[in-house]
């Protein structure tokens, strides 16, 4: 049965306490937590939401968005802040916007920035745990900057991808990439100094930023080179999937651009 209005809704969450968006069983997710919200908001009436694609347990999101079907005529004002009013503090409901029932949000065009935030040397206080990863020796922090670069353009990311599918397409592009001091995320807990780690694309494989950090990581550490990294981004590389992956409470899915 079909449904009568179609909305886009854009929000906020900290990811530290969930297993990522998709439902699973004896999981507790983000989907979970929006339509658990949505049926108070709602009462009785229906409604189906379809997230704009997967995050991994502990993401958090600057942006994030959904698209809601329902019989109902949202009014936005009023529907956002019943949906706020609702929601766990680690939610927060910033935008709607109505679109046409044949609006695909997956399929819609897009921009996606991802940010992974990082320090290291000493220990950071616990309460940065769900918002940035430490690491506990030094790193070449002008090595990192330079092999990041090198993630830019049009490459081969076979090596950069956990349980490809048959249909998978390695062949991505990366718009930008950089390593910088963080001045984006600040708080009186965090430690002097942090980066960031950005990234703007289209669309990622599966743990491919978290792949793309850890490699960096080593490449900061002394264990890799810039020759490697670029190496293993050619269509010939030996294929073989990276086995290091950076933890995922640090990566945060700070903005998406769509095209309506």
Same mark, same amino acid.
């Given at each position: 049965? *079909?449904? $009568?209005?179609?909305? @886009?809704?854009? =929000?906020?969450?900290?990811?530290?306490?969930?297993?990522?968006?998709?439902?699973?069983?004896?999981? %507790?997710?983000?989907?979970?937590? !929006?339509?658990?919200? =949505?049926?108070?908001?709602?009462?009785?009436?229906?409604?189906?939401?379809?997230?704009?694609?997967?995050?991994?347990?502990?993401?958090?999101?600057?942006?994030?968005?959904?698209?809601?079907?329902? /019989? @109902?005529?949202?009014?936005? %004002?009023?529907?956002?802040?019943?949906?706020?009013?609702?929601?766990?503090?680690?939610?927060?409901?910033? $935008?709607?916007?109505? @679109?046409?029932?044949? #609006?695909? =949000?997956?399929?819609?065009?897009?921009? +996606?920035? #991802?940010?992974?935030?990082?320090?290291?040397?000493? *220990?950071?206080?616990?309460?940065?745990?769900?918002?940035?990863?430490?690491?506990?020796? /030094?790193?070449?922090? /002008?090595?990192?900057?330079?092999?990041? +670069? =090198?993630? &830019?353009?049009?490459?081969?990311?076979?090596?950069?991808?956990?349980?490809?599918?048959?249909?998978? !397409?390695?062949?991505?592009?990366?718009?930008?990439?950089?390593?910088?001091?963080?001045?984006?995320?600040?708080?009186?807990?965090?430690?002097?100094?942090? #980066?960031?780690? %950005?990234? %703007?694309? *289209?669309?990622?494989?599966?743990?491919?930023?978290?792949?793309?950090?850890?490699?960096?990581?080593? !490449?900061?550490?002394?264990?890799?080179?810039?020759?490697? @990294?670029?190496?293993?981004?050619?269509?010939?590389?030996?294929?073989?999937?990276?086995?290091?992956?950076?933890?995922?409470?640090?990566?945060?899915? #700070?903005?998406? &651009?769509?095209?309506?």
């Amino acid at each position: 049965m *079909k449904y $009568s209005f179609s909305y @886009v809704i854009f =929000l906020q969450f900290l990811g530290f306490r969930f297993s990522g968006w998709q439902k699973q069983t004896n999981a %507790k997710t983000v989907h979970d937590m !929006v339509d658990k919200t =949505l049926s108070f908001v709602f009462d009785n009436e229906r409604y189906k939401t379809i997230g704009v694609g997967r995050t991994d347990a502990k993401v958090s999101a600057n942006t994030y968005c959904f698209q809601l079907f329902t /019989d @109902v005529v949202v009014e936005e %004002k009023v529907f956002l802040k019943e949906l706020n009013s609702n929601f766990s503090p680690d939610f927060k409901a910033t $935008s709607i916007r109505k @679109v046409s029932l044949g #609006y695909n =949000l997956i399929n819609a065009p897009k921009l +996606k920035e #991802y940010h992974y935030y990082f320090s290291f040397g000493e *220990k950071n206080h616990p309460f940065a745990a769900p918002f940035m990863i430490n690491i506990d020796v /030094d790193l070449d922090i /002008d090595l990192m900057m330079e092999a990041a +670069k =090198l993630f &830019e353009g049009t490459h081969y990311f076979n090596k950069y991808c956990t349980k490809p599918s048959a249909n998978t !397409v390695f062949k991505r592009s990366i718009d930008s990439c950089e390593v910088s001091l963080n001045d984006v995320l600040v708080a009186n807990f965090f430690p002097q100094q942090s #980066y960031i780690l %950005k990234v %703007k694309g *289209k669309g990622f494989l599966r743990y491919q930023i978290r792949l793309m950090m850890a490699t960096l990581f080593e !490449v900061g550490k002394g264990n890799l080179t810039l020759a490697y @990294v670029a190496n293993s981004l050619q269509e010939g590389n030996d294929g073989k999937p990276l086995r290091n992956i950076a933890p995922a409470s640090g990566l945060q899915l #700070y903005n998406i &651009e769509l095209v309506f």
